[in-house]
């Protein structure tokens, strides 16, 4: 597995000058912290919901009326960007101010939605509460394989959300989550889902707050995925 070098931002076109191999063993861990693949919480358990998130049973394949009835229900004006652009492939939403609400509406219509791969909603305030919808919905969607969460301050129930989600889901192939403000803490529940995770190919952790504990806490788990080929973290504080 190759990793961006720490002092370089996120490149387009990454170069083997911006590539460094990560070395495939164990990374010592300071014993008053967890660190591995094996932790107290069990992320699997970690959400319960009333709202139910089933990619089975009748309905529209694009979740369109879902998604009205949702932000009907939930309170939100639905994004019209969003609702028009419902049947293609790509969904580019960048800055469209969906919140965490917002985001509660997408998380219910994308359950069942059949046709979104990319999913763009860079910096869009989903926040915590937010990533917790839209890590739930993500472990019974299918269908998309592009994910860009930068810029959502997604803090330590967001980690925790994209963990779980990375420990059931087996499509996500490119994730972003640059610029979330995650912590040293918050290192071990994306560790956690790294560890079982087989199929995420692209990983960006760039511009978070993670220091020499985080690393170490990250470091078991990289050993660990044989799937992940490209890892940024950039801007952090790893040393």
């Known amino acids: 597995m190759e990793v961006l070098d720490p002092t370089v931002t996120v490149k387009k076109n990454i170069t083997e000058e911006d590539l460094i ?5 164990e990374v010592e861990s300071n014993d008053d912290e967890d660190s591995g693949c094996e932790w107290e919480t069990d992320l699997e ?8 998130y089933s990619g089975s049973g009748p309905f529209d394949l694009l979740g369109k009326e879902e998604y009205l009835d ?3 229900e939930i309170g939100v004006v639905p ?3 969003f609702v028009r652009n419902i049947h293609k492939n790509e969904m580019k939403l960048a800055h469209h101010g969906i919140g965490p609400l917002g985001a509660k509406a997408m998380a219910i219509c994308l359950a069942k939605n059949r046709n979104i791969k990319k999913l763009d909603l860079t910096q869009n305030g989903v926040e915590e509460e937010g990533a917790e919808h839209l890590g739930r919905m993500l472990q019974v969607n299918s269908c998309i394989t592009d994910l860009n969460l930068s810029g ?3 803090g330590a129930r967001g980690a925790r959300a994209i963990g779980s989600m990375l420990v059931h889901n087996v499509y996500i192939q490119w994730l972003s989550l640059s610029c ?7 290192a071990k529940y994306i560790a956690q889902g790294l560890c079982e995770n087989v199929t995420l190919k692209y990983l960006n952790l760039s511009r978070n707050s993670f220091c020499e504990i985080g ?11 044989d799937g992940l080929t490209t890892l940024d973290i950039s801007w952090n504080h790893l040393r």
């Open 152 to 154: 959502n301050n997604l």
């Open 45 to 52: 358990s970690c959400f319960e919901s009333e709202i139910h």
């Open 180 to 186: 979330n403000g995650f912590m040293d803490h918050d």
């Open 21 to 25: 191999e990560i070395p495939q063993k």
């Open 70 to 72: 949702s932000c009907k």
């Open 79 to 81: 994004v019209s960007f």
């Open 215 to 225: 690393g170490k806490l990250l470091g078991p788990a990289l050993a660990t995925n």
